[in-house]
């Protein structure tokens, strides 16, 4: 991230180890892989994320049940990590809520060429303001998901 402007977000110590040992612990943990090599991780959390409680200068698209990315990142060997995140998402639930810190341009464009929507602004446990994005599929969008 600091190589793309973006040196703030996560700092020299975020997230914590304690953090991704507690997602590891409760089954949100999701390793990707090309030929067996892990170049991907991220967090995966369905049900309501305290964080998102809040939203300022905006509102959420729908208040139905969501899941919630959570510290997506890629080793930088492999495109697409997050195309295979949010595909592996949207497959367990259709509304997906994720945030991005304001210097993460890469991340904003991610999520805008998507499909996400901008709905307002959230803050952190430290208080800092990400920007709050949703992807809700229609009816017509479930159907390719489906399993049947």
Not at 11 to 22: A, E, I, R, T
Not at 36 to 52: E, K, W
Not at 112 to 127: A, L, M, P, T, Y
Request: charged fraction near 20%; aromatic fraction near 10%; charge should be negative.
């Amino acid at each position: 991230m600091r190589q793309t402007g973006n040196p703030s977000q996560w700092g020299d110590d975020h997230p914590y180890v304690s953090v991704l040992m507690q997602d590891i612990r409760n089954g949100c943990s999701y390793i990707l892989e090309e030929q067996s090599r892990p170049c991907g991780v991220f967090s995966f959390i369905i049900g309501d994320d305290p964080t998102y409680q809040v939203i300022e200068d905006g509102h959420w698209l729908n208040e139905a049940p969501y899941g919630t990315i959570h510290r997506i990142a890629g080793d930088g060997s492999v495109k697409g990590i997050f195309d295979a995140c949010l595909a592996y998402c949207l497959s367990h639930i259709p509304n997906i809520r994720i945030d991005t810190h304001r210097d993460n341009l890469i991340m904003q464009h991610l999520l805008s060429k998507n499909g996400f929507v901008r709905c307002g602004i959230i803050h952190v446990e430290d208080g800092s303001e990400r920007l709050a994005y949703q992807k809700a599929l229609s009816s017509l969008q479930l159907s390719f998901f489906s399993r049947t």
